[in-house]
């Protein structure tokens, strides 16, 4: 900011701005424990959906080589052979992998629901209420009219 000094005094231009004092004052300092508790859950919840990610990609990948140049009815018996050679600890993998995977998707499809569809759904029922609006009106002024 450009000031001049004229006989002793500061004479500020005039687009300056004031600011409160209140807003030049630091408050709160340093890091509270509810932000180390945010970035604790932070870091479970960030950590938790890049491994549920990997697991849902190894599970799409594992999946889809096992149908690679497979015909349906060959697809079916090679998935059948896949399951039935499984053992108790490789079920329980399996099954850790498809909850997590699950869980990895239900996040995803969340997501992409509130960062697409919410939106369009509010500009519908906002555009919605807008002409309820605009028909009461022209209904108020057919019926001041007659």
């Known amino acids: 900011m450009e000031y001049?000094?004229?006989?002793?005094?500061?004479?500020?231009?005039?687009?300056?701005?004031?600011v409160p004092q209140e807003?030049?004052?630091?408050?709160?300092?340093?890091?509270?424990?509810?932000?180390?508790?945010?970035f604790g859950v932070n870091v479970l919840v960030n950590g938790f959906m890049v491994l549920s990610g990997a697991f849902f990609s190894a599970g799409v990948g594992?999946?889809?080589?096992?149908?690679?140049?497979?015909t349906l009815k060959s697809g079916v018996r090679i998935m059948k052979d896949?399951?039935?050679?499984?053992?108790?600890?490789?079920?329980?993998?399996?099954?850790?992998?498809?909850?997590m995977g699950g869980f990895y998707g239900v996040s995803m499809?969340?997501?992409?629901?509130?960062a697409l569809v919410d939106p369009l759904i509010k500009v519908?029922?906002?555009a919605y209420?807008?002409?309820?609006?605009?028909?009461?009106?022209?209904q108020q002024a057919e019926a001041v009219a007659a």
């Open 23 to 38: 807003e030049m004052i630091y408050l709160d300092g340093g890091i509270t424990q509810q932000d180390v508790i945010q």
């Open 82 to 99: 896949f399951f039935s050679s499984l053992n108790g600890a490789q079920w329980g993998a399996l099954a850790i992998v498809g909850v």
């Open 129 to 138: 209420a807008l002409t309820q609006e605009q028909l009461a009106a022209q």
């Open 4 to 18: 001049t000094v004229s006989a002793g005094a500061v004479c500020m231009p005039a687009h300056y701005a004031l």
């Open 124 to 126: 519908f029922q906002e």
């Open 109 to 114: 499809l969340s997501y992409y629901y509130m």
């Open 62 to 70: 594992m999946l889809a080589n096992a149908f690679v140049g497979t």
